[in-house]
């Protein structure tokens, strides 16, 4: 049915001279209508802005925000959205402002979104902040941890007396220091806004979000005993946060591990919910788990162990706890030892022997790997240049790398001082890296790497053949040697599906002028294809197993005996 006249009239009214900017969108963001101050303000009339795209209106680092506003309307998720953006006026200034997004329904679908915006003067800006900082965060202007305790306090009263539950998530996103390295603290500051932005966009309207600590958000949930539709939200968070977020022509990527606890089942209290629902983040960041964790009593001695590596990790080696084994890199052709790859070992006082996968991600998280890795190039080189002096004048270190020691500015002046203190040449070491971080490469990453290699430094790429992505780096970056992953080796047979793929990586390697070399050998018969293969070098317990500095040496001795015999 046709609008009344005066109803028609009283709208273009209200459009023509409401102060606030007004416009409307159709379901794919395109202008469709645009009131008088709105056309002032972007220098554009109605006719001229209808069919454009809305989020050119935005800030290039706000516009997902506004994108996922529009999706949740359109979907019918919530039904009003109000939050706060920067709109691009004429001159080209970015002016704040306070937006209500609220769907048009036409029988019960939404065909049209209207935005109604209020500027943010500075005096409302200064008077909010003034008024919140207490209580709320000063770079997200989210509730602090003051606010979330106080918040879940009487969430756990409302909720105990109507006897529903309770959730609590916690949130930790994982390099985001990377970016304030790479280009400062208040790039560091704006990215921890962005993902503030695009958690709080994934959440339901009835969600509390707050900034419990710098990397961690917490997050409450009233009525949420369904562990599926959780997961279901973490994953979404999860998606959320993992998507680029670009700054200027850089683009950087993060992830992050979810912790859950719930009322009753995981405590009764603030301090009891929140801690475990730190035991649960924990157990989500290991590297063995999935990024989302709910807690559970199995994981208090785990996590009672974890807290324990973690306190005692800074001691390890002062007390002489860390050692390294080495396990040999022979020519498949000849049997000639040419490097050796160092393994780092943990021996605790109370927990025994610790594998790497254990103890390395809490050394990244703590930050220990930045010393554990210079204590372990100085040890190797070392011990490396010690065996050349001894006869051995071919053999080489290859140590492994982690991504937070390539992150790290300190990470080319330990290798040098490895390299001077023990003496050993720069060509004789290789650092071995996983294949995830070249993937995940930044031109940070690539700047060391190049001043290494100027140096005469080497690169391995570990692991070589699990990831999932392009190849371009192995002719970008200066790489020397790929190193297969066992897991094309175990079943290696002329008829196995490894064949074709393990023949492939030769092929490419030596076409582009890489030493190739196989890990894992474990039988007589893998020796003898990957040798027809024309594999360069190759390693496993076949060939022996890591040994400790002095046996190291004995087998040495051995196998020089033995081939001169």
């Given amino acids: 049915m046709e609008q009344p006249i005066w109803t028609k009239k009283y ?77 691009i006026t004429e001159s080209g200034e970015a002016r704040g402002y306070r937006l209500q997004v609220i769907p048009v329904d036409l029988n019960e679908s939404c065909r049209e979104i209207l935005f109604i915006g209020r ?13 919140k900082y207490p209580l709320y965060d000063e770079k997200t202007m989210l509730p602090n941890r003051k606010s979330i305790e106080n918040e879940l306090f009487n969430r756990i009263k409302r909720v105990s007396d109507s006897h529903e539950s309770l959730a609590v998530l916690l949130i930790q996103i994982r390099r985001l220091q990377m970016i304030s390295d790479a ?12 993902m503030a932005k695009r958690i709080e966009a994934s959440l339901p309207d009835q ?14 949930m009233d ?38 606890s719930n009322y009753p089942h995981d405590g009764a209290d603030t301090k009891d919910l929140l801690n475990n629902a730190g035991i649960a983040l924990g157990y989500a960041r290991a590297g063995t788990h999935d990024n989302i964790a709910f807690h559970g009593n199995e994981m208090n001695l785990e996590m009672e162990k974890r807290a324990d590596l973690e306190r005692s990790l800074r001691n390890g080696i002062e007390n002489n706890e860390f050692f390294l084994v080495y396990q040999p890199i022979i ?82 002046k330990n290798v040098k001082e490895a390299l001077e203190q023990s003496g050993l040449k720069a060509e004789c070491l290789y650092l071995e890296l996983t294949e995830s971080i070249m993937i995940d490469q930044s031109s940070k990453t690539i700047e060391m790497m ?6 005469g430094v080497k690169f391995s790429i570990d692991d070589f053949g699990t990831g999932y992505s392009s190849l371009g780096y192995l002719k970008q970056l200066p790489i020397h040697t790929l190193k297969i992953d066992r897991s094309f080796i175990r079943n290696l047979s002329h008829h196995s599906p490894d064949f074709p793929i393990v023949h492939a990586i030769l092929t490419m390697g030596h076409g582009l002028g890489l030493r190739v070399v196989a890990e894992g050998i474990e039988t007589n018969h893998q020796l003898a294809m990957l040798t027809s293969l024309g594999c360069d070098f190759v390693q496993g317990h076949f060939i022996e197993k890591p040994l400790e500095a002095r046996r190291f040496t004995c087998w040495l001795e051995k196998k020089h005996n033995a081939s001169n015999a």
């Fill in 11 to 87: 709208f273009q009214a209200i459009k023509d001279h409401h102060e606030d900017l007004i416009f409307a969108i159709d379901i794919n963001g395109r202008i469709t209508m645009m009131n008088s101050a709105c056309s002032k303000v972007l220098g554009k009339s109605e006719d001229e802005a209808a069919g454009i795209s809305c989020l050119s209106f935005f800030l290039d680092s706000q516009q997902e925000e506004v994108r996922s506003a529009i999706e949740r309307i359109t979907e019918g998720t919530v039904k009003k959205i109000k939050m706060e953006a920067e709109i």
């Fill in 119 to 131: 500027i943010l003067t500075e005096q409302h800006l200064s008077e909010e902040k003034i008024k």
């Fill in 183 to 194: 280009l400062g603290h208040p790039a560091g500051d704006w990215a921890i806004i962005q």
């Fill in 207 to 220: 969600a509390f979000i707050g900034r419990f600590s710098r990397n961690k958000f917490a997050i409450l």
């Fill in 223 to 260: 009525g949420s005993e369904d562990y599926t539709e959780l997961e279901k939200l973490g994953n979404h968070i999860i998606m959320a946060i993992e998507k680029p977020l670009r700054f200027g022509k850089q683009e950087f990527n993060f992830s992050a591990a979810i912790g859950i």
């Fill in 331 to 412: 020519q498949s052709a000849t049997g000639e030892i040419r490097a050796c790859e160092a393994l780092l070992r943990w021996e605790h006082p109370k927990w025994g022997l610790i594998p790497p996968l254990e103890f390395i991600p809490i050394a990244e998280e703590t930050g220990m790997i930045h010393s554990l890795g210079k204590w372990i190039l100085k040890t190797a080189c070392k011990q490396v240049k010690k065996w050349q002096e001894a006869g051995y004048k071919h053999m080489s270190a290859s140590v492994n790398v982690s991504a937070y020691q390539l992150d790290s500015a300190r990470f080319i």
């Fill in 450 to 455: 190049c001043e290494l290699e100027r140096m």
